[in-house]
């Protein structure tokens, strides 16, 4: 019932080592020697693989943007002078609009004033200058009145 067991080829089986077969070089004129700066080679990187094999490599470095030009630092001394500058600005802008406001309210004042003035005086004016003749109301003198009565119903 159950499949027969398969065997194995061992694992004491010849492994196989093939080694690179070196290609004659193309035959070019030699390429110029260009110096290279010291501070432009790239560093070489060795790691170590968990089974102890050795990788070699050039480490890869990001590119870094050129450093800006580094600006002068402000003295302490011109910040307090233009800040006092905005300061004074800022003072002399609100006693502007505080005597503006003033003059405004002293004009209203001054205009309800004149305006009393000339209501109260008109009035007065009115009572003055008005025709004493009849007046518009009944006066009534209670003596004479009390007397035509008698003197009629009596």
Known sequence: MYPEPVRHVSA???VEVHQP???????MAPAPVVPVQPGTVPSVASIVLPDGRVVTGYAI?????EPLAAKPPVS???????LGGVGFLA??????????????LTAL???L???AAVIFGGWIAVQVFRPHGHQGGTTVNIRKAIFKRNHFNG
């Open 12 to 14: 004491e089986r010849a």
């Open 61 to 65: 470095n990001s590119a870094q943007p």
């Open 76 to 82: 302490r001394a011109a910040v307090n002078v233009a």
């Open 21 to 27: 077969t070196p290609l004659a070089p193309a035959v």
């Open 91 to 104: 003072v002399c802008g609100g006693l502007l609009l505080l005597t503006t406001f003033i003059t405004a």
């Open 113 to 115: 004033i004149t305006l």
């Open 109 to 111: 004042i001054t205009q």
